[in-house]
């Protein structure tokens, strides 16, 4: 309760600045918006994450963003715009996943190399995974979509937005940072898992080889990068043969710039500490821990990276040695000591309630309730390096938004409605319609195959009875 | 013995068949009074096709006669260009199993499989057509395939072969006449062995190839000084695919992976074109916006045999099932380019599929386009063959009805120029439907375990050369996996539960007059098993 009573009195102060800046935003966003197809969400309790709740509030969206926040009486529509009114109801902004391998087709892990650093996780995107849509209904609009942890260095990663029903190439979020997948421990040494009869278990078997693997490729990198350099200065480049075009090589070397976030699978703090000490020596930055169970151990060590911080489970742990010192308060423990956290899920499953992963964080270890929203919205939006468009409701960002029936922390809450961009991607009422429409279009469906297959038989027959040629008998 | 004896007699009867065919010089030909359908040209009623030389000398209506030409008078019937089938992998070695993250150590692999193809593999060097395998395909009128393998990843370079004889190399017609590529993974733990492995490694090796023809220019123009770049024949073999003189061919089916087979096109600017092409039905604008061609394979899905099995199919499955064979008049309707082809499917099912597509709206005037002129264009092999003009390679198809009719018989089949006589009475239109496979339905399988007997009831499904189908008995029950039939040859594995753990047991055998033999490898050790009809 006391949770509640602190985030309303912040909500006072920031009333007013709140309607000021709607105001300018309206007018800015005015012009440059092309589809001006206006909604008011009317009277919900408005979770904005990063400017309090406010009950009664409303949101109206333009197109595909945000455009005014406040509450009911401050916010006006133009007369065209569709109002949906949200009396009692919730709403915040779509949850973030920051650890999923949905929507992969074929397997997640290109398991062949201890670096496979070159294969893309884009390039295995399918529409077609249910759970996609599933996690809509959980509210969740956004995940990361990572490479397996099979090797030390997995494949580049994807941040997408569920847009069920559309095609692949709208998904991935456009001006995402280009990411990649490390993984240390268990999975990478192949501690977990055999290939098959007739093949050789590969390097590296140990943790010090999979920290190996890590600078022998920067290593690489740095040459590669140099005989480029060589090769870019010199004059006469038309009777040079030029070096060979490596895609392995530059995405290593695309880490050391700068322009790629690492993602690392990570369990113990004597790993961490390791990789973090690794990226020292070759100058680059982890941008996430992955999982990283025991992460409260060495807060201090992952603040001071200054990476973008952590991303774990709430409350998943023992099912591996290296899982056994896991605890619940990990989220609040790395959160008190200046980490970023977010919530997240590795899993089809649990990413279809991210909102009761983040409720726990109050409960193991007292954070409050608005930092605990946070761990599964704009902390997750930030590590992503989306902060700047999703992750909160505020004038300007995308209207990634998520209508509950009640609390979004209570389990008896569930989502009525998810939108992302401004457009329905998940209504429970249309759902329940759609069941109805496809169990038509199935009977429809079906008929149509059987009265083929009667025309085909009697087509058939008409040949074997009416024919004295020999056909023979076609049953 | 009986089966021996019958053997030796197949022989003889394949060496008889052979031999005048090889023998038997082109001849001069005067096919008259029947209803002409040149392809490409309005149909002539009581035309006449003049054949000289192995070629097409002269059709219309009306044609004098040449003195010396054994005159065919086809009065009533049909004449069609022959046939040709622009995707198949008849003839080449199937593709070896994949082992995949997560097979039980000890599953070994079984039969020594054909090494993986490559860029520089030549189907014209490695396709084995045998008597019957040819017979089978001429005597429903197809006189013309491409042949290309579809396993590994760079398939190599696929041939066009005018089926005329049974000497492979003097078939060809054109050779290569695509690179091919699939999206197969490798056996776990060798590189590429995922769906985004397989993408990234198609990538990188079309930049290698790239930067190897850069480098051998610069290398032979002024080799002083310079190293010598390492001899690569599989990167040479690519250097005609990204100057756009050899067109691609991506095997893909699936809506996202006819997408990928574009970005890729894209990516390295190749000439491609779409081979599969299942999921087109629903996306036919956009393939028409691309400008790709289409090698559309009749291997249309089939429903499981009963009806409860198919009312408990997700929508998404019988979705794909029913609209699939809306694909060609989708396509016809918005004037893409595309041929039907066997594709995957048993080469006995190309009619049966061309067929299937006419019932679900493609006209007959089309489904003959998309298997004649159409892929002649495609392929670049227009000016040879595809349709009755002068000039074209005469194959020739004579039926005593419209083609594609199911009770319509070949009566005469031309192919160079030379009549080949059929071996019986023979039909565009098999009798034999395709679901009177000799795998399809129930079976009863005994396995000769140590310790007895042990029963196992199996309802197999033939798809192309793909099987399917469920198992039960008393060491459980479940979905047969990995199986396939191919020339009697059919392998497949189920897992047993009745152990502590569960584990694999992979099945391959060979099914003859209605009995399957074979050994079973098991945890326990190999065995041998039985399989006959259930009664």
Known sequence: MSQLRISNCGFIVRRTSVAIVTLISTFQLYAQTAANREILIRNATVMTITNGTIPGGSVLIRGSKIVAVGPDDQVRAGAGAEVIDATGRYLMPGIIDTHSHTAVEGSVNEISLPNTGMVRVHDALTNEDISAYRQLAGGTTTANILHGSANAIGGQNAVVKWKWGRPISEWPIADAPPGIKFALGENPKSANFSPPAGVAKQYPATRMGVAEVVRDSFTKARAYMAEWDTWNASRNKANLIPPRRDLLMEEMAEILRGNVQVHAHCYRSDEIVMLINLADEFGFKIATFQHVLEGYKVAKEIAAHGGLGAGTFIDWWGFKAESYDGIPHNVALMTRNGVLVSVNSDSDELARHLNLDAAKAMKYGGLSEEEALKTATINAARQLGVGHRIGSIEPGKDADLVLWSGHPFSTYSRVETTMIEGEVYFDRNRDLQQREDRKREKEALLTQEREAEEREKARAKSTAGGSKRGMGNER | ?535
């Open chain 2, 1 to 535: 013995m009986l089966s021996r004896c019958r053997q030796l007699l197949l022989i003889i009867a394949a060496f008889l068949l052979a031999v005048p065919l090889v023998a038997q010089p082109p001849g001069v030909y005067a096919i008259t009074g029947g209803t002409v359908h040149p392809v490409g040209g309005a149909d002539i009623e009581g035309g006449t096709v003049i054949v000289r030389g192995g070629l097409i000398e002269a059709v219309g209506r009306n044609i004098p006669l040449p003195p010396d030409a054994v005159e065919v008078d086809v009065s009533g019937m049909h004449v069609y260009p022959g046939l040709f089938d622009a995707q198949t992998a008849s003839g080449l070695p199937e593709p070896a199993r994949r082992a995949s993250f997560g097979d039980e150590a000890g599953t070994a692999p079984r039969a020594t499989p054909a090494p993986e193809p490559t860029a520089t593999f030549r189907a014209a060097e490695t396709t084995k057509l045998t008597g019957e395998m040819l017979d089978s395909r001429r005597k429903t009128g197809v006189t013309t395939i491409l042949v290309a393998s579809n396993a590994g990843i760079f398939n190599g370079q696929s041939a066009i072969l005018n089926l005329y004889g049974d000497d492979i190399p003097a078939m060809v017609l054109k050779s290569p006449a695509t690179q091919q590529i699939s999206f197969n993974p490798r056996s776990s733990w060798t590189y590429p062995d995922s769906l985004m492995g397989v993408i990234a490694h198609i990538r990188q090796t079309m930049l290698d190839a790239a930067q190897y023809d850069a480098a051998s220019r610069i290398y032979s123009r002024d080799p002083a000084g310079k190293r010598r770049p390492t001899p690569d024949v599989n990167l040479e073999a690519l250097a005609p695919v990204l100057r756009g003189e050899l067109p691609v061919v991506f095997i893909a089916d699936s809506e996202t992976m006819i997408r990928r087979s574009r970005t890729l096109a894209e990516e390295s600017k190749l000439r491609w074109i779409l081979s599969g092409g299942r999921n087109t039905y629903r996306m036919a604008d956009e393939i028409r916006s691309w400008g790709v061609p289409v090698l559309l394979s009749v291997n249309f899905p089939k429903p499981p045999a009963n009806a409860d099995e198919r009312t408990e199919e997700p929508l998404r499955v019988i979705r794909e099932r029913v609209l699939s064979v809306t694909a060609p008049a989708e396509l016809a309707r918005r004037n893409v380019p595309f041929a039907l082809v066997s594709g995957k499917a048993a080469p006995a099912d190309f009619i049966s599929g061309i067929r299937k597509a006419i019932d679900a709206g493609l006209s007959e005037t089309a489904a003959l386009r998309a298997v004649t002129l159409t892929p002649a264009e495609i392929l670049g092999v227009d000016r040879q063959i595809g349709s009755i003009a002068r000039g074209k390679i005469a194959n020739l198809v004579v039926t005593d009805g419209p083609i594609f009719d199911r009770d319509s018989k070949i009566k005469h089949l031309y192919i160079d120029g030379r009549e080949i006589r059929l071996p019986a009475e023979t039909t565009a239109s098999p009798a034999t439907p395709a679901s009177a496979s000799p795998i399809d339905g129930a079976w009863n399988l005994t396995v000769r375990a140590p310790d007895g007997d042990v029963s196992i009831q199996a309802t197999l499904r033939l798809q192309g050369t793909e099987l399917t189908g469920t198992y039960s008995g008393s060491a459980g029950s479940g979905d047969i996996r990995s199986g396939s039939f191919n020339e009697n040859r059919l392998e497949f594995d189920i897992t047993i539960q009745t152990q502590a753990e569960p584990s694999d047991w992979s099945f391959s055998g060979t099914v003859e007059n209605a009995t399957i033999r074979g050994t079973v490898r098991t945890n326990l050790g190999q065995f041998e098993f039985t399989g006959s009809r259930t009664p």
